[in-house]
């Protein structure tokens, strides 16, 4: 290089050697005449050169130019040619190095060329890519910048007080140009992963996922929380909503949110969103919640007061229905308080203890506990033959049809102030009253 330019400074110094023998490298001089006058028609000219060549160029006594001898030299060696004029770069905690050993010239031109910077390759990225073969920017999916080839947005060229020479510290680095998750910090819940380091989830250049992520969300969430690999793996039944492709974030945010537990809805909303349609899954129908609901005179006081995660576990269970305590998944059970466990951890399991009482249940005929009749011995109903845990149309959350082996039975209930009557299919039409005991009639019992 050095070679080169004495070459071509050589050539060109006769013409312009002053009187006294002294080259004039003063302002415009040089370039003027036409020697040297592509240095200042680039496209970027390096404003050093509007001072003067003899800022940094100095001729060593010697004519110029001359074949073969070098006639000029640098006031100064790179890069203290440069601290001349620019604060030194490698002051700061974390030093490029290549700007470290003063190699200003790998990535600069010192006059000018095309590119802005006075850079020898633009963008960035392909400037970058001389020295570094970036593994960790070659996987499927590509963070916008990195594809650019905007290096430059994330990383000083030169020097910074952040490792891996970062702009700034992460999460500033990120929130720069992603606002929601700016304002995602601020919520009510973070996710403390997210507020620590976004680099526990995301890759920060490419990534085999969508979102720069390495794992899909299902496998990063347990990647952490093994608990909930162990509930999972210990189930009988998961939760369709976790088998679905977008996994626990179908509820959680990963980042934040003002719902506990970083969920993206209130429960009650969160669970309804998807059931609020009929699942079909081979033989099994899955019944649409939301409809029910809004079909209902009244929704049972438990979904307002606590919400489906009262009864359900949104995750996984080993209970039918991914009930959170023991319920029968048929139409009986033996008829012990345990069968119906979870009814039990709210209501009071006298209404199936008592035979007669005046106080346990209203459904009763004078002192008759009419749940008693039902529920017995080994074959005892299950609550949800006769009551809708959801809600209904009928006062006391009684079902309009019920499930009777095969088919569906109307059960025709109605309510008084004192009592109520039913006529399902599998008796005749039945009142009971709480104030005057309505009689029974002969073949009493109801069917088994
Ligand atoms: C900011 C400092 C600086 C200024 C101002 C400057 N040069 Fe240079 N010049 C250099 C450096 C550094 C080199 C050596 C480049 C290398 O080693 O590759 C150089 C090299 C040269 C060369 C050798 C050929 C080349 O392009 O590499 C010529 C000719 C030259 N300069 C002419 C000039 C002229 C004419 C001026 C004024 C119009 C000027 N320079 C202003 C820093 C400067
Ligand atoms: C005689 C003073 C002087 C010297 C010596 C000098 N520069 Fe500059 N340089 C300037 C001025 C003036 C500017 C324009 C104002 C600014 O950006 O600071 C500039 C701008 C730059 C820019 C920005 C160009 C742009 O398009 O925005 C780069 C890069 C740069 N110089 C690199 C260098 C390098 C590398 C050296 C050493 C080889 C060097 N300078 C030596 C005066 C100097
Ligand atoms: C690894 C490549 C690389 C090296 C080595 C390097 N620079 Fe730079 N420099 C850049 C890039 C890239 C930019 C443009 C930054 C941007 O786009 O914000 C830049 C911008 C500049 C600027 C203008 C913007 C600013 O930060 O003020 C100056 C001046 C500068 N460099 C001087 C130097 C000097 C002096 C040296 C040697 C000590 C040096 N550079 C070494 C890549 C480099
Ligand atoms: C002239 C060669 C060269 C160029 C060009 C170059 N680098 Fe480097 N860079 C190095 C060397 C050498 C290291 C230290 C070894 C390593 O970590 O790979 C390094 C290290 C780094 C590091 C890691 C620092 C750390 O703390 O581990 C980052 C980040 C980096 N460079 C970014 C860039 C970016 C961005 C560009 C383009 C603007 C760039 N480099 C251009 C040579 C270069
Ligand atoms: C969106 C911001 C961003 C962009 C754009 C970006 N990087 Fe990085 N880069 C990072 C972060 C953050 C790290 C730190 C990773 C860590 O701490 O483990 C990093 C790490 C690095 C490292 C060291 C570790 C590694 O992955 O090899 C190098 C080298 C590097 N970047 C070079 C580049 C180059 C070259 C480009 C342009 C092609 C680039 N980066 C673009 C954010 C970015
Ligand atoms: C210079 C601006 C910039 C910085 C800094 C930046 N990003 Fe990005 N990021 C973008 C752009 C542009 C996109 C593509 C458009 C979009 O999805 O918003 C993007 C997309 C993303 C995506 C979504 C990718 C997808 O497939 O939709 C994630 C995740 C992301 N960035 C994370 C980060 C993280 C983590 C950091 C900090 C290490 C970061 N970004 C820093 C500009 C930036
Ligand atoms: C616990 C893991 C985790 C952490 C930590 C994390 N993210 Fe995410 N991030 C995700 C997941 C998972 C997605 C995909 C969300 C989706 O598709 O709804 C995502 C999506 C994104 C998106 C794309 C948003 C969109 O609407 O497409 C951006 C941008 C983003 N994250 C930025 C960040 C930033 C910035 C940080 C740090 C402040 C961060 N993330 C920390 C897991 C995480
Ligand atoms: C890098 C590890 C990490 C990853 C990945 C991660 N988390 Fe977390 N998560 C934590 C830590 C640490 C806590 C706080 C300690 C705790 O409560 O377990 C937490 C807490 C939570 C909580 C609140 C727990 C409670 O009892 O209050 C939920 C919900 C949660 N994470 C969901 C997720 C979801 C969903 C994902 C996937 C998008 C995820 N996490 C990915 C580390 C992680
Ligand atoms: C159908 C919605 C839904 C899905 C999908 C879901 N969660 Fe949850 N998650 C919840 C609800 C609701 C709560 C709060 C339960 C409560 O209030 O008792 C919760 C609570 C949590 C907690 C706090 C501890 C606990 O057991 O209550 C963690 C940790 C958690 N979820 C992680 C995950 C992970 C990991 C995944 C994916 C494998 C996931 N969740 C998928 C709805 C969901
Ligand atoms: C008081 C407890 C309780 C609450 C609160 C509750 N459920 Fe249920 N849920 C049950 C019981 C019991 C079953 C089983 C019904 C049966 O055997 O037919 C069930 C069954 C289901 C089924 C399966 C339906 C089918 O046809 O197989 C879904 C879906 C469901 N519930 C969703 C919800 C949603 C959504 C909420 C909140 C809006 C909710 N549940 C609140 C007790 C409850
Ligand atoms: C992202 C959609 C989605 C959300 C949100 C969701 N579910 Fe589900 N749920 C499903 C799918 C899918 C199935 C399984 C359907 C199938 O088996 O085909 C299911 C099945 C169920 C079942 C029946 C399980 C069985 O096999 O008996 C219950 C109960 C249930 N969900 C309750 C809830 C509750 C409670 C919430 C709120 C915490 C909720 N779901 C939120 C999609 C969702
Ligand atoms: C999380 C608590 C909770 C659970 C679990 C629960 N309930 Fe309830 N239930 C209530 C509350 C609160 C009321 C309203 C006050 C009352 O009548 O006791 C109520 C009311 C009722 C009513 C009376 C409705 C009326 O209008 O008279 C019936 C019937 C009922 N529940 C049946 C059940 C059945 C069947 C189960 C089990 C599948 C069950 N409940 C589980 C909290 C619960
Ligand atoms: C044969 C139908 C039938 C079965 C089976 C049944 N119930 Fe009822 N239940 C009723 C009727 C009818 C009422 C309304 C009584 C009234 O008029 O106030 C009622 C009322 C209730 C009430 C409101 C308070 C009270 O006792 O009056 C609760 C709570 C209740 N049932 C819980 C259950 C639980 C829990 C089960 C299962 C263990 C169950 N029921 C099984 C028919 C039934």
Not at 76 to 100: A, F, G, S, W
Not at 304 to 328: Q, W
């Amino acid at each position: 290089m050095r070679f080169r330019i004495s070459i071509i400074l050589v050539i060109l110094a006769g013409v312009y050697f002053s009187a006294s023998g002294q080259i004039d490298t003063s302002k415009g001089s040089c370039a003027s005449t036409g020697c040297h006058g592509n240095l200042v028609s680039q496209e970027v000219v390096h404003d050093a050169l509007k001072k003067g060549c003899d800022k940094c160029h100095q001729a060593n006594g010697q004519q110029h130019p001359q074949k073969g001898v070098k006639t000029f030299s640098l006031v100064k060696d790179i890069p203290q040619l440069c601290y001349k004029c620019h604060d030194e770069n490698n002051t700061m905690r974390v030093v490029h190095p290549p700007v470290q050993k003063g190699n200003c010239l790998e990535c600069h031109n010192p006059h000018g060329g095309p590119e802005a910077y006075i850079l020898k390759i633009n963008p960035p990225g392909d400037l970058c890519a001389k020295c570094h073969t970036l593994e960790s920017a070659k996987k499927k999916f590509k963070h916008e910048p990195v594809a650019k080839g905007e290096c430059v947005k994330c990383h000083d060229p030169h020097q910074s007080e952040t490792d891996r020479l970062l702009v700034r510290d992460i999460p500033a680095l990120c929130t720069k140009c992603h606002k929601p998750q700016a304002e995602e910090l601020k919520m009510e819940n973070v996710h403390p992963p997210f507020q620590n380091n976004c680099l526990n989830c995301h890759n920060q250049h490419s990534a085999n996922n969508e979102k720069l992520l390495d794992l899909n969300p299902q496998n990063l969430c347990l990647y952490c929380h093994d608990d909930m690999q162990k509930k999972i793996d210990k189930a009988t039944l998961v939760h369709g909503a976790i088998t679905e492709k977008r996994s626990c974030i179908n509820c959680h945010s990963p980042h934040a949110s003002n719902q506990k537990k970083f969920l993206i809805k209130d429960t009650k909303t969160l669970c309804l969103s998807c059931h609020d349609r009929t699942y079909v899954n081979g033989t099994r129908k899955i019944s649409n919640i939301s409809q029910t609901m809004q079909k209902s005179k009244t929704v049972h006081a438990a979904i307002e007061k606590v919400g489906c995660a009262g009864c359900h576990d949104p995750h996984a269970s080993s209970n039918a229905f991914l009930l959170n305590k023991t319920f029968p998944s048929g139409s009986y059970a033996p008829a012990v308080k345990e069968s119906f466990a979870l009814c039990f951890s709210c209501h009071k399991s006298e209404i199936i203890e008592k035979a007669t009482t005046t106080t346990a249940t209203g459904f009763r005929n004078g002192d008759k506990n009419l749940h008693m009749v039902h529920i017995n011995g080994e074959k005892g109903r299950s609550c949800v033959l006769c009551h809708n845990p959801h809600g209904s149309p009928n006062d006391h959350l009684i079902n309009e049809k019920t499930q009777f082996g095969g088919w569906e039975m109307p059960l025709r209930y109605q309510s008084t102030t004192t009592g109520g009557s039913c006529a399902p299919g599998c008796h005749a039409e039945r009142k009971y009253d709480r104030t005057s005991v309505i009689p029974a009639s002969p073949s009493e019992a109801p069917k088994k």
